[in-house]
């Protein structure tokens, strides 16, 4: 009984994000306001995996970094998203802005070239000069892909900084498995090759690359 109980929340909270969602595509107001709360422990979840990656010992903790990304959504205008798979894209978008103008501010306070926008005492235990510059090669590289592979790119952010799966990514776009697969193992090697000449470091292929995975 308790598992069908659990089971019927949990079916009664997808319909309640479904409809959120369809009234956040319309623009009516405060739909965004109330799909976070409901979607908070995910949106946590995808804050330490953007987090995670840049390998440092952070003063923006994840709590800070879901409530900066929320706060660039509340002002950035409306947000159409079909799905949740892309509402959790849209927000980990925000969430890896934030993390870029840590880097731009970082690189800034390095060349002494105006003032940032976050306070400086932020930034420097936040983000090591090399991080900073991994970040913004990768912004610039994933821009560049926009525009050769607009599909692949958006494969890219929604299976690397939200962590869906290849499933969840397939269902969002309609399309098969295979193709997204390809997309995101074709899109993430050259992804690599273009951040690493960027960097002029080589650039080593996974292992999912070397076999095409």
């Not at 409530?67 to 409306?78: D, M, S, T």
């Not at 070239?113 to 235990?125: C, K, M, W």
Request: aromatic letters at 6%.
């Amino acid at each position: 009984m308790d598992e069908e109980a659990d089971q019927k929340r949990e079916s009664a909270v997808a319909g309640e994000v479904t409809e959120w969602l369809g009234k956040l595509k319309r623009g009516e107001p405060g739909a965004l306001e109330k799909l976070v709360p409901m979607l908070y422990g995910e949106l946590r979840r995808i804050a330490r995996e953007n987090l995670r990656r840049e390998r440092a010992q952070h003063t923006l903790r994840t709590t800070a970094l879901v409530n900066e990304a929320y706060l660039r959504l509340l002002g950035g205008g409306p947000i159409s998203v079909e799905d949740r798979s892309r509402f959790f894209g849209a927000v980990s978008r925000a969430m890896q802005r934030v993390l870029a103008d840590y880097a731009r501010a970082r690189r800034r306070k390095k060349r002494g070239s105006g003032q940032a926008p976050i306070p400086l005492e932020e930034v420097e235990p936040f983000l090591s000069e090399q991080q900073a510059e991994e970040i913004l090669a990768l912004e610039d590289a994933l821009a560049r892909l926009e525009k050769l592979d607009h599909r692949a790119a958006k494969v890219v952010r929604l299976r690397f900084f939200a962590g869906l799966t290849i499933e969840e990514i397939a269902q969002s776009f309609q399309l098969s498995e295979r193709t997204v697969r390809r997309d995101w193992i074709t899109a993430r090697a050259w992804l690599r090759k273009e951040v690493a000449a960027d960097l002029g470091i080589m650039s080593v292929l996974g292992p999912e690359e070397r076999q095409g995975r």
